[in-house]
């Protein structure tokens, strides 16, 4: 008889007799006694597995919406950009403060949304199959006018696509209710803040002050309407400026009332009473037809969630950066258009910030294309109130060379004057928006004479010179009667070759030039009536223009090649320094300084500076010109 015992028995000692069966027995038992432990251990952990999925399972049914919402977005988040992306999808963009022709450099790592790539982005949109609707927060603005009637145009032509346009605004004057007004539906908090109540420029003076500290302002300009010494020599506005002021201010107004009274299809008098009898409350305003209604952001993007193709709690839509890196529809373009992007002052270098026209890279760049056999036109885009006559002389004489090759035409975005004008007029044609601040055909040069301020805080320099006019330009004291004389003839003598210049390439004889340059700023539209501009429109209007001088078919695509002609040397140093407000404040402290004390070696060819605001926007300085 086999005698089993359990594993864990023990054999006596004596019996050793009986030992090598009892170790046997004992091995047997062992054996089957750890198999039923298995078998008992995969029952326990089958039935224990059954019961958690049995558990489990109305959670997982009830994640299993939630899980294909998470992958659908995911899906979404990381689709490929040239992948575009999926159907039913709302362009979302912000657009606000400057709106800068060309990317101010000040972060490397980001996408700044300048002019051309809300334009770009728009204009993509509208065309994209797969996108249902534009969706714009707009924030106060202190762009010009032109950039705004380029915008204003981009939403329009979307528009007749058949797609939703949908602008929200917390904070709105004139600008944001104009930028506004071009989309199909708008919306304001209800507590949103509306300042409609019409257009006005400022200008300072500031002879009183300069007096008071002990500085003498010795300004020559030349032209009658050359106003941009005014602010340092007067106490108040002269009728020329008044007379320039007034025309641009009427400009705006009838631009403002004609552009809303179309779009809301209403009569000039009704514009004109909302804007004279407010303020107004946004009951009223959506009541009367004027705002579509009052929301807050989450409610407008919850009545834009059913009208794209997301899941039903989402609205699907794409962002300014993201969609930017989506390929355009422009396939095999064969003819290529560069486009050169030529902001702020005028210089022969960049200076201290790197920034504005530098003559000097402006000119190795058009060099560059005047050798490239890819591109068939160029379109110079300028938005600069001028500067530096030599910079400006040495740039008009590059473009007329590079015009001998091949077709080159400027657009004109809210400010080409003076300096910015004379760079244009080297073109062979010019287009300009009808508020686009232009002419100002004009010299204006001086000194500061620092001697009272110098006696006031005990500063004193000395002087050894040799030559009748070596003194000219010192600060140290004011001009002698001869001195004046010299420095008058050579005012006079840049003026006269700016005047004839333009003359020249605008086909005009000299008496007709008179009569329109002496300094005056004109809008595009009136520009266009004296012969100083050739078109109305933006950049599309350029780009058909350069295409018919080129010989390129209208309705035959292009590439274009972006050109900056001037940048900062780092866009890492600059992206530090424009981080850095120290810095920032004494790079401009240095400028100021250094344009009260430097020797003047040449004469300015700039337009005055005009504060155009209207209560509730930014105030735009049209001297303040957007820089790379």
Same mark, same amino acid.
């Given at each position: 008889?086999?005698?089993?015992?359990?594993?864990?028995?023990?054999?006596?000692?004596?019996?050793?007799?009986?030992?090598?069966?009892?170790?046997?027995?004992?091995?047997?038992?062992?054996?089957?006694?750890?198999?039923?432990?298995?078998?008992?251990?995969?029952?326990?952990?089958?039935?224990?597995?059954?019961?958690?999925?049995?558990?489990?399972?109305?959670?997982?049914?009830?994640?299993?919406?939630?899980?294909?919402?998470?992958?659908?977005?995911?899906?979404?988040?990381?689709?490929?950009?040239?992948?575009?992306?999926?159907?039913?999808?709302?362009?979302?963009?912000?657009?606000?403060?400057?709106?800068?022709?060309?990317?101010?450099?000040?972060?490397?790592?980001?996408?700044?949304?300048?002019?051309?790539?809300?334009?770009?982005?728009?204009?993509?949109?509208?065309?994209?199959?797969?996108?249902?609707?534009?969706?714009?927060?707009?924030?106060?603005?202190?762009?010009?006018?032109?950039?705004?009637?380029?915008?204003?145009?981009?939403?329009?032509?979307?528009?007749?696509?058949?797609?939703?346009?949908?602008?929200?605004?917390?904070?709105?004057?004139?600008?944001?209710?104009?930028?506004?007004?071009?989309?199909?539906?708008?919306?304001?908090?209800?507590?949103?803040?509306?300042?409609?109540?019409?257009?006005?420029?400022?200008?300072?003076?500031?002879?009183?002050?300069?007096?008071?500290?002990?500085?003498?302002?010795?300004?020559?300009?030349?032209?009658?309407?050359?106003?941009?010494?005014?602010?340092?020599?007067?106490?108040?506005?002269?009728?020329?400026?008044?007379?320039?002021?007034?025309?641009?201010?009427?400009?705006?107004?009838?631009?403002?009332?004609?552009?809303?009274?179309?779009?809301?299809?209403?009569?000039?008098?009704?514009?004109?009473?909302?804007?004279?009898?407010?303020?107004?409350?946004?009951?009223?305003?959506?009541?009367?037809?004027?705002?579509?209604?009052?929301?807050?952001?989450?409610?407008?993007?919850?009545?834009?969630?059913?009208?794209?193709?997301?899941?039903?709690?989402?609205?699907?839509?794409?962002?300014?950066?993201?969609?930017?890196?989506?390929?355009?529809?422009?396939?095999?373009?064969?003819?290529?258009?560069?486009?050169?992007?030529?902001?702020?002052?005028?210089?022969?270098?960049?200076?201290?910030? #790197?920034?504005?026209?530098? @003559?000097?890279?402006?000119?190795?760049? %058009?060099?560059? &294309?005047? /050798?490239? =056999?890819? !591109?068939? $036109?160029?379109?110079?885009?300028?938005?600069?109130?001028? #500067?530096?006559?030599?910079? @400006?002389?040495?740039?008009?004489?590059? %473009?007329?060379? &590079?015009? /001998?090759? =091949?077709? !080159?035409? $400027?657009?004109?975005?809210?400010?080409?004057?003076?300096? #910015?004008?004379?760079?244009?007029?080297?073109?062979?044609?010019?287009?300009?928006?009808? &508020?686009?601040?232009?002419?100002?055909?004009?010299?204006?040069?001086?000194?500061?004479?620092?001697?009272?301020?110098?006696?006031?805080?005990?500063?004193?320099?000395?002087?050894?010179?040799?030559?009748?006019?070596?003194?000219?330009?010192?600060?140290?004291?004011?001009?002698?009667?001869?001195?004046?004389?010299?420095?008058?003839?050579?005012?006079?003598?840049?003026?006269?070759?700016?005047?004839?210049?333009?003359?020249?390439?605008?086909?005009?004889?000299?008496?007709?030039?008179?009569?329109?340059?002496?300094?005056?700023?004109?809008?595009?539209?009136?520009?266009?009536?004296?012969?100083?501009?050739?078109?109305?429109?933006?950049?599309?209007?350029?780009?058909?223009?350069?295409?018919?001088?080129?010989?390129?078919?209208?309705?035959?695509?292009?590439?274009?090649?972006?050109?900056?002609?001037?940048?900062?040397?780092?866009?890492?140093?600059?992206?530090?320094?424009?981080?850095?407000?120290?810095?920032?404040?004494?790079?401009?402290?240095?400028?100021?300084?250094?344009?009260?004390?430097?020797?003047?070696?040449?004469?300015?060819?700039?337009?005055?500076?005009?504060?155009?605001?209207?209560?509730?926007?930014?105030?735009?300085?049209?001297?303040?010109?957007?820089?790379?």
């Amino acid at each position: 008889m086999l005698v089993v015992t359990p594993a864990t028995a023990r054999v006596p000692q004596g019996k050793c007799a009986a030992a090598p069966v009892a170790r046997r027995a004992g091995s047997l038992s062992v054996v089957v006694a750890r198999r039923r432990e298995r078998e008992l251990g995969n029952l326990v952990r089958s039935r224990a597995t059954t019961e958690v999925e049995q558990e489990a399972k109305p959670q997982q049914e009830e994640a299993k919406g939630l899980d294909e919402r998470t992958r659908n977005m995911m899906k979404a988040s990381v689709r490929p950009p040239w992948k575009g992306v999926p159907p039913g999808t709302a362009l979302c963009m912000s657009i606000g403060d400057a709106v800068p022709e060309s990317s101010g450099g000040s972060n490397p790592f980001k996408k700044e949304a300048t002019l051309p790539r809300i334009t770009m982005n728009i204009k993509k949109a509208a065309s994209d199959p797969t996108i249902c609707g534009l969706y714009l927060k707009i924030t106060p603005l202190s762009c010009g006018y032109g950039k705004l009637q380029e915008l204003r145009r981009a939403i329009e032509e979307f528009r007749l696509c058949g797609k939703f346009t949908v602008a929200y605004f917390e904070l709105g004057g004139l600008k944001e209710y104009l930028l506004a007004s071009a989309c199909e539906e708008i919306y304001v908090p209800p507590g949103a803040y509306f300042s409609l109540t019409g257009v006005v420029i400022e200008n300072s003076f500031l002879r009183g002050v300069l007096e008071r500290i002990g500085i003498e302002p010795q300004v020559e300009r030349i032209g009658r309407y050359k106003s941009a010494g005014d602010q340092l020599l007067r106490r108040d506005m002269s009728d020329a400026q008044r007379t320039v002021s007034e025309r641009l201010v009427e400009s705006i107004y009838e631009y403002f009332v004609e552009s809303i009274s179309r779009d809301k299809g209403r009569t000039r008098e009704e514009v004109e009473e909302l804007l004279n009898t407010g303020p107004h409350k946004v009951e009223y305003l959506a009541k009367n037809g004027w705002i579509t209604s009052s929301k807050y952001m989450n409610e407008i993007e919850e009545l834009i969630r059913p009208r794209t193709g997301g899941p039903k709690d989402e609205m699907q839509s794409v962002g300014f950066s993201k969609y930017l890196a989506t390929p355009s529809f422009t396939k095999n373009a064969k003819h290529a258009i560069a486009v050169v992007r030529s902001s702020g002052a005028i210089s022969r270098d960049a200076g201290a910030t #790197g920034s504005g026209i530098s @003559s000097n890279a402006f000119i190795k760049s %058009i060099k560059g &294309l005047k /050798k490239n =056999k890819m !591109v068939k $036109a160029v379109v110079l885009r300028i938005d600069s109130p001028g #500067g530096d006559a030599l910079a @400006s002389d040495l740039m008009w004489n590059e %473009i007329r060379e &590079l015009a /001998k090759v =091949k077709p !080159v035409v $400027a657009s004109m975005v809210d400010v080409a004057a003076s300096g #910015g004008y004379y760079m244009s007029m080297a073109c062979d044609k010019i287009v300009a928006e009808s &508020l686009t601040l232009t002419g100002s055909i004009g010299v204006v040069t001086g000194k500061f004479n620092l001697e009272e301020l110098n006696e006031k805080v005990g500063f004193n320099s000395e002087r050894v010179s040799k030559g009748k006019y070596a003194e000219l330009n010192t600060s140290s004291r004011a001009f002698k009667d001869f001195e004046h004389e010299y420095f008058k003839a050579g005012a006079q003598n840049a003026y006269e070759s700016f005047r004839d210049k333009a003359a020249f390439s605008r086909n005009m004889d000299i008496e007709s030039m008179e009569e329109v340059a002496q300094g005056r700023v004109w809008t595009g539209e009136d520009a266009k009536a004296k012969g100083l501009v050739d078109y109305i429109g933006g950049f599309d209007v350029a780009v058909d223009v350069a295409k018919e001088l080129a010989g390129i078919p209208k309705e035959e695509g292009c590439r274009f090649v972006e050109i900056k002609s001037q940048q900062s040397k780092s866009p890492v140093l600059s992206f530090l320094r424009n981080s850095t407000g120290a810095m920032s404040k004494l790079l401009a402290l240095y400028s100021v300084l250094d344009k009260l004390t430097e020797e003047r070696v040449g004469y300015d060819a700039q337009m005055p500076s005009l504060k155009i605001k209207s209560p509730g926007s930014k105030t735009w300085d049209a001297n303040e010109a957007d820089v790379f």
